[in-house]
T-cell receptor, first 115, second 114 residues
Framework: DAGVIQSPRHEVTEMGQEVTLRCKPI?????LFWYRQTMMRGLELLIY????????DSGMPEDRFSAKMPNASFSTLKIQPSEPRDSAVYFC?????????????FGNGTRLTVT | GNSVTQMEGPVTLSEEAFLTINCTYT??????LFWYVQYPGEGLQLLLK?????DKGSNKGFEATYRKETTSFHLEKGSVQVSDSAVYFC?????????????FGTGTQLKVEL
C-alpha cells in the first residue's frame, strides 16, 4: 500500500494568494483528517470526514479555510487568501473506520510558508 | 474538556540508556490511549496503544501501561538507540458520535547520542 499521499511537499507563496493542499487517503479508509502542526500550537485537528462527508470542522481557523472531499480517494484543503500566520506543516491522515481502535495513518505533510 | 500533558523536551540520552517520557491525561469518560512517533520529515506513525485500564501496549521495545488511578500512560524503553531519535506524541481518543477524534499532547523530542 502506498500510504497517504500528500502534495505538494513544500509550498511557498505570498500573502494574499490562494493555496490548495491535496491528499489521497489509503484505499478503503472511511475517515480522513486534516491536521496543522506548528511549534507554538502543536498538532491541531482542523476537520475530518467520514465517507466523504464533513463531520466536524470546529477546528477550522476561519472562513479563509475550506476543505472538500469530492470522492473517497481525494481531498483538498484550501486557504484563500493566505496569511503569514498560516505557515505550518499540514498533515492529512486516514483511518479504516471510526472508533477508538482504528489507528490514524499520516501522510508526510505539506510544509507551507507564506511570506 | 479532554487534554494530554507531556513532559517537555528535548530529552537527550546516551545510547543504551533507559527512557521514560511522562504522559498524563484528563478526559470526560473512558479513553483509549496512544503513543505516536514522528521521525524527521515524516508524518506520525502509531507506536503503541492501550484501550482499557492496566493494559500494556508494546512495540519495538517500547512499552506503556494504562494507569487509570493516576491518569497516566508513560512511555518507557529499556535501552534506546540512535535510531529512536524522533518526536513522541501521547494521544487519547474518546468515541463521540462515531468519530475518531484524537487529542494529542505537544510532543516530546528525543535525541539519542552515541
Amino acid at each position: 500500500d502506498a500510504g497517504v499521499i500528500q502534495s505538494p511537499r513544500h509550498e511557498v507563496t505570498e500573502m494574499g494568494q490562494e493555496v490548495t493542499l491535496r491528499c489521497k487517503p489509503i484505499s478503503g479508509h472511511d475517515y480522513l483528517f486534516w491536521y496543522r502542526q506548528t511549534m507554538m500550537r502543536g498538532l491541531e485537528l482542523l476537520i475530518y470526514f467520514n465517507n466523504n462527508v464533513p463531520i466536524d470542522d470546529s477546528g477550522m481557523p476561519e472562513d479563509r479555510f475550506s476543505a472538500k472531499m469530492p470522492n473517497a480517494s481525494f481531498s483538498t484543503l484550501k486557504i484563500q487568501p493566505s496569511e503569514p500566520r498560516d505557515s505550518a506543516v499540514y498533515f492529512c491522515a486516514s483511518s479504516l473506520r471510526g472508533g477508538w481502535n482504528s489507528p490514524l495513518h499520516f501522510g508526510n505533510g505539506t510544509r507551507l510558508t507564506v511570506t | 474538556g479532554n487534554s494530554v500533558t507531556q513532559m517537555e523536551g528535548p530529552v537527550t540520552l546516551s545510547e543504551e540508556a533507559f527512557l521514560t517520557i511522562n504522559c498524563t491525561y484528563t478526559a470526560t469518560g473512558y479513553p483509549s490511549l496512544f503513543w505516536y512517533v514522528q521521525y524527521p520529515g515524516e508524518g506520525l506513525q502509531l507506536l503503541l496503544k492501550a484501550t482499557k485500564a492496566d493494559d500494556k501496549g508494546s512495540n519495538k521495545g517500547f512499552e506503556a501501561t494504562y494507569r487509570k488511578e493516576t491518569t497516566s500512560f508513560h512511555l518507557e524503553k529499556g535501552s534506546v538507540q540512535v535510531s529512536d531519535s524522533a518526536v513522541y506524541f501521547c494521544a487519547l481518543n474518546l468515541l463521540t458520535g462515531g468519530g475518531n477524534k484524537l487529542t494529542f499532547g505537544t510532543g516530546t523530542q528525543l535525541k539519542v547520542e552515541l
